[in-house]
């Protein structure tokens, strides 16, 4: 089953703009990690969160997690046209050796 | 480096034909291998996974099947594909360290008709 489930589903900005994307989740996890998916193509990992971090930064990624409301979110800063893709919330929920994937959100930035 | 290689890229397919795509994975030993289906516009289903070869785990009861004939080979079969078979298909690996974090192949575009 999905476990995670993020929000927006599609979200449409224009280049230079923020794009933030959440994900909520429904058990207790070890980690977090964000995917990108170019369309028609393999997802590329992007970042790994903690379950004892709060905060962490890669380039122009900020991602959070709250393990008391189950949430994370995705912080894109001064986004650019080549970042349109979809974005995947991925937790290892489901056992150590499987990872339960959301929905996605669908990202478009318009230049 | 570690590379992951998935074919083909595009597959159509009648109903009934039987199937067989192939992952190999590069550059590293006793990976976990990972199977996935993805429907058009939403996330990834966990088909199989494997720890080691000759060990494979079933997620979701269905028409397909999965083997792992060498360390770095993960192959999913069908003996009759159906219309509902239809979907993109990736393949993962993993080390096994408790991150899982996971490197994804191209995919196959599968269209059943």
């Known amino acids: 089953s999905q476990q995670g489930e993020e929000d927006p589903q599609a979200l449409s900005i224009q280049e230079g703009e923020n794009a933030t994307m959440n994900c909520s989740y429904k058990t207790s996890i070890n980690n977090l990690q964000w995917y990108r998916q170019n369309s028609g193509r393999g997802l590329v990992h992007l970042i790994l969160?903690?379950?004892?971090?709060r905060e962490k930064h890669s380039g122009r990624l900020r991602v959070t997690l709250d393990t008391s409301k189950k949430s994370s979110s995705l912080l894109i800063t001064a986004s650019r046209a080549a970042d349109t893709a979809s974005y995947f919330c991925a937790t290892d929920g489901g056992g150590a050796q499987k990872l339960v994937f959301g929905q996605g959100t669908r990202l478009t930035i318009n230049p | 480096s570690q590379t992951i290689h998935q074919w083909p890229a595009t597959l159509v397919q009648p109903v009934g034909s039987p199937l067989s795509l192939e992952c190999t994975v590069e550059?590293?030993?006793?990976?976990?291998l990972y199977w996935y289906r993805q429907a058009a516009g939403r996330g990834l289903q966990l088909l199989f996974y494997?720890?080691?070869?000759?060990?494979i785990s079933s997620e979701v009861p269905q028409n397909l099947s999965a083997s792992r004939p060498q360390d770095r080979q993960f192959i999913l079969s069908s003996k009759k594909l159906l219309l509902s078979d239809s979907g993109f298909y990736l393949c993962?690996?993993?080390?096994?360290?408790?991150?899982?974090?996971?490197?994804f192949g191209a995919g196959t575009r599968l269209s059943v008709l």
């Open positions: 550059g590293t030993s006793n990976p976990n």
């Open positions: 993962a690996w993993s080390t096994g360290l408790a991150e899982n974090i996971q490197y």
């Open positions: 494997s720890v080691g070869i000759g060990q």
């Open positions: 969160i903690r379950s004892n971090e």
